[in-house]
Antibody
Framework: QVQLVESGGGVVQPGRSLRLSCEAS????????MHWVRQAPGKGLEWVAD????????YYSDSVKGRFTISRDNSKNTLWLQMNSLRAEDTAVYYC??????????????WGQGTLVTVSS | SYVLTQPPSVSVAPGETARIACGEN??????VHWYQQKPGQAPVSVIY???DRPSGIPERLSGSNSGNTATLTISRVEAGDEADYYC???????????FGGGTKLTVL
């Protein structure tokens, strides 16, 4: 079955960096676009970034553009999110999610369990 | 840019019908997707492409989308339906995913 397992979260000081990983299994990883979605404590879902199945295109939310970089290695079935210049407002659970394209739209049919990032001095 | 508006909370008695709205100008022209999230868990897809149900999702959950409002309807509500529900669209003009603010469903 499809499995997405995030790792790399933790406590980090403002201005520092952190890299999250998402290991995929149970499906042909290289066939799917992948996303990062985050959820601040007690808040709603916020889309962060996505990368096409072949890594050829990447898109970011305005809140992270220029600070975060999404990448993937299809030979390792792994997705990453490099987070630089972290701010307190980046504190959240970060989920990786697989997308499905249907009728001109994308939705997420599988999610990881999430990894918590806390930005605090 | 899209702003999807959901009521913060909806309350319903067991066995009744819950309707959760997701509003945006002309949302009927977009494909709307819905997620259920229980405390401490990752979101789960419950409706995609306005009305389609993933395998394993009960028929009690259904979706509709017309005009300025998309709606998730949960019939014969059970205690296990208590969760946060989020609507989502794809903003193709800006290549980004948009989520609604979420609705907390309380089963009285």
């Amino acid at each position: 079955q499809v499995q997405l397992v995030e790792s790399g979260g933790g406590v980090v000081q403002p201005g520092r960096s952190l890299r999250l990983s998402c290991e995929a299994s149970g499906f042909p990883f290289s066939h799917y676009g992948m996303h990062w979605v985050r959820q601040a404590p007690g808040k709603g879902l916020e889309w962060v970034a996505d990368i096409w199945y072949d890594g050829s295109n990447r898109y970011y939310s305005d809140s992270v553009k220029g600070r975060f970089t999404i990448s993937r290695d299809n030979s390792k079935n792994t997705l990453w999110l490099q987070m630089n210049s972290l701010r307190a407002e980046d504190t959240a659970v970060y989920y990786c999610a697989r997308d499905i394209y249907v009728s001109g739209s994308y939705y997420f049919d599988n999610w990881g369990q999430g990894t918590l990032v806390t930005v605090s001095s | 840019s899209y702003v999807l508006t959901q009521p913060p909370s909806v309350s319903v008695a067991p066995g009744e019908t819950a309707r959760i709205a997701c509003g945006e100008n002309n949302i009927g022209s977009k494909s709307v997707h819905w997620y259920q999230q229980k405390p401490g868990q990752a979101p789960v897809s419950v409706i995609y492409h306005d009305t389609d149900r993933p395998s394993g999702i009960p028929e009690r959950l259904s979706g509709s989308n017309s005009g300025n409002t998309a709606t998730l309807t949960i019939s014969r509500v059970e205690a296990g339906d208590e969760a946060d529900y989020y609507c989502q669209v794809w903003d193709s003009n800006n290549n980004r995913v948009i989520f609604g603010g979420g609705t907390k469903l309380t089963v009285l």
